[in-house]
């Protein structure tokens, strides 16, 4: 069975600042998924980044950057220079393929940006 | 705006009433997922489709039921409805290339009183 903890439930922070959001995954799927969404609070489920298990390059794209690490099922999150517009609940996500490729969230970190 | 529509936005209805949801995926993507995310159990997999045949079920009810249909819309039937019933139900839609990312429609609020 696939799992996914978010250990971290509320982050507050000054605007500016930079945040990293913890995953740890589990699961027994050789290739699989990684996701992190966000819900902003008007309520829909957006998009952010995907990693594959089977590339474990760590990427920057503009503000957001990752942190994929097999040896210890994690997959970190990082915003740096935070904005009020990055509150919301970031969800982290793990899924298999085909039949498997179903999304199994964590329970979500609500992230509050201070201007 | 995630190319994935889903109508209505927000559903009120008693305890006992049967609602219908329905879910139009990204041109192309031929899976649909529907989820629910309430308060308690957070965002939980209900059940998936693949070009209209069912491919996946997870902690879906009995009383719950979806279809696939030939124009790959999607639709979600909640029976006998309960109070705890009430969430937020989103369709995802998915091409299920290498790529594997989930869309998610707007999401529908059900509320049961």
């Known amino acids: 069975a696939q799992k996914v903890t978010q250990a971290q439930t509320e982050i507050s922070v000054v605007e500016k600042e930079d945040v990293t959001l913890d995953c740890v995954y589990e699961?027994?799927?050789?290739?699989?998924?990684l996701f992190w969404y966000k819900q902003p609070p008007s309520g829909e489920l957006v998009f952010l980044i995907r990693?594959?298990?089977?590339?474990?390059q760590n990427e920057i794209s503009g503000r957001y950057s990752w942190n994929f690490q097999k040896s210890t099922s994690s997959f970190n999150f990082t915003i740096t220079a935070s904005q009020v517009v990055d509150s919301a609940v970031y969800f982290c996500?793990?899924?298999?393929?085909?039949?498997?490729?179903?999304?199994?969230f964590g329970k979500g970190i609500t992230l509050s940006v201070r201007p | 705006d995630s190319g994935v529509t889903q109508t209505p936005k927000h559903l009120i209805t008693a305890t006992g009433q049967r609602v219908t949801l329905r879910c139009s995926p990204r041109?192309?993507?031929?899976?649909v997922y529907w989820y629910q995310q309430s308060l308690d159990q957070g965002l939980q997999f209900l059940i998936q489709?693949?070009?209209?045949?069912?491919?996946a079920k997870g902690n879906i009810l009995e009383r719950f039921s979806a279809q696939q249909f030939p124009d790959l819309h999607s639709e979600l039937n909640l029976s006998s409805l309960e109070l705890g019933d009430s969430a937020l139900y989103f369709c995802?839609?998915?091409?299920?290339?290498?790529?594997?990312?989930?869309?998610f429609g707007p999401g529908t609020r059900l509320t049961v009183l």
């Open positions: 990693r594959n298990s089977f590339d474990e």
């Open positions: 489709y693949y070009n209209g045949e069912e491919r």
């Open positions: 041109s192309g993507d031929l899976s």
């Open positions: 995802a839609s998915s091409v299920e290339s290498v790529r594997n990312e989930q869309f």
């Open positions: 996500a793990l899924s298999g393929t085909g039949a498997n490729s179903k999304l199994t």
């Open positions: 699961t027994r799927d050789t290739t699989y998924y």
